[in-house]
């Protein structure tokens, strides 16, 4: 036998079923028990005998209406999965940015991380309002690992556009297989989405 307190939660449903008696219980069978806890508690129990179970002292029927309100009501679990798909691809690429640095026409490798970017963008901004109002600024940018050195603005613009379009193809490649994982229909759906950002074109 198992027990069940009487009165079920403020939601409709039974807790579930223990092993020992307590004050107030209604003792279940234990097919009794496993009704109640397939339907998440959803049951409606009556203090006579079921006929059709020997030694129970309860009726147990399941409460269909308020179990298929109640599965409704719970959030889907591939939207959790869906969401840890995407904070991952997400990751992966930040990780993958700071690992793939940009290689230039000089032979040297640029980081293309998010912070060198804007870092990068405030160099050419400061240097190109200099060059309005006839002020001397010094423009040096430097390679990965390597000392800074002095650009023409020209040239550091050319980089900055070469890195801004590596970037924005692995961004949107990102996006697109983000789509895809809101997308899918079913786990085996979403497992067969595979982002590989070696696959884009251009990596250095």
Same mark, same amino acid.
């Given at each position: ?13 039974? &807790? ?45 029927? &399941? ?58 963008? $405030? ?45 924005? $193809? ?35």
């Amino acid at each position: 036998m198992q027990y069940v307190r009487s009165t079920p939660n403020p939601s409709g449903a039974y &807790p579930a079923p223990r092993f020992e008696p307590f004050s107030g219980c209604l003792p279940l069978t234990d097919g009794q028990a496993a009704v109640l806890i397939q339907y998440n508690g959803f049951v409606t129990i009556t203090q006579e005998p079921d006929e059709e179970i020997e030694g129970s002292s309860v009726t147990v029927t &399941p409460d269909l209406e308020a179990w298929e309100a109640w599965k409704a009501a719970q959030p889907d679990p591939l939207d959790a999965l869906k969401a840890s798909s995407i904070a991952k691809s997400k990751t992966d690429l930040a990780a993958y940015l700071a690992a793939h640095p940009l290689q230039w026409t000089d032979g040297e490798y640029y980081s293309i991380t998010a912070e060198k970017q804007q870092q990068l963008t $405030s160099k050419i901004m400061a240097a190109t309002m200099a060059q309005t109002l006839s002020v001397s600024y010094t423009l040096t940018w430097n390679s990965t690992g390597e000392v800074c050195r002095e650009w023409t603005l020209q040239d550091l613009s050319a980089l900055a556009f070469a890195i801004d379009a590596r970037v924005t $193809s692995l961004v949107s490649y990102q996006q697109t297989q983000e789509v895809a994982m809101r997308n899918a229909a079913t786990e085996e759906e979403l497992n067969a989405i595979v982002v590989d950002y070696d696959s884009v074109g251009g990596a250095a």
